[in-house]
């Protein structure tokens, strides 16, 4: 199974306004192993850009300014990513809503859902009520990202390679011998949810700590606890 784990950098966050596409890094897995092989091109937007996003990503338009434009690199990104290879993505609905967007401008076929996986809902799934920005996800697994000084396309998808492959269970299975097990993003979402949950397990308390307790508890007085009743009580 090949996988293309991606990132991008814009102008913005909106193509219909007329943000676009500055930089696009890839890292291809396949049966859930870093091959290598990667892809990485800044793109000159042919347009300007706000002094905050530079920070975001610290590519200024005199750097952009002699780089290819998206016409003239889209068909070796294309290439790279073939034509069924899934496309993973942390919040995917941000880059391939500016991709579909530039495909549409020069009249190719757009990408469908169905080839998309998004790191950031498995992340969510998993980590329930937690932060699962790349950066909290590289802290949780222990993944080094001091050298993310700055938002990079290639960096960034270096990084979610080894947080997508932490999210799936680990790196190990590309250490078996034989065949290399696939699992899917899917497996991964019904899994979490699916897990049998351990009934409750019932102790017995001596009497005599019975007692001691109510005895304490009865001395405390304006306890929450009792206030919370009396105002059940009165609903």
């Known amino acids: 199974m090949r996988e293309i784990v991606w990132d991008t950098e814009t102008t913005g966050l909106d193509p219909f306004t007329g943000d676009r596409l500055v930089e696009i ?16 091109q800044y793109i000159n937007p042919l347009r300007s850009m706000s002094e905050e996003v530079i920070r975001v990503h610290g590519l200024t338009e005199e750097f952009l300014s002699d780089k290819p434009t998206f016409d003239e690199i889209i068909d070796d990104f294309l290439a790279f990513i073939g034509p069924d290879s899934k496309l993973v993505a942390h919040n995917a609905s941000f880059d391939m809503k500016f991709l579909n967007y530039q495909l549409k401008e020069l009249g190719k076929p757009e990408i469908g859902e169905e080839r998309v996986v998004d790191s950031l809902l498995i992340a969510r799934k998993k980590f329930p009520g937690a932060r699962v920005n790349l950066d909290e996800l590289c802290r949780r697994f222990n993944i080094d990202n001091s050298h993310r ?6 960096l960034d ?16 299975p590309g250490f078996l011998l034989g065949e290399t097990p696939v699992v899917s993003a899917e497996t991964v979402l019904a899994d979490v949810s699916s897990r049998p949950v351990r009934p409750a397990r019932i102790f017995s308390v001596p009497l005599e700590e019975t007692e001691n307790f109510n005895q304490f508890i009865s001395q405390i007085k304006d306890a929450l606890w009792l ?4 105002g059940e009580k009165s609903v």
């Open 149 to 154: 000084t700055v938002h990079g396309a290639l």
């Open 25 to 40: 890094g890839a890292v291809e897995l396949i049966n859930h192993v870093r091959t290598g092989k990667e892809y990485h």
């Open 227 to 230: 206030k919370e009743q009396e």
């Open 157 to 172: 998808a270096q990084l979610l390679a080894d947080v997508y492959l932490e999210l799936l269970g680990g790196q190990e």
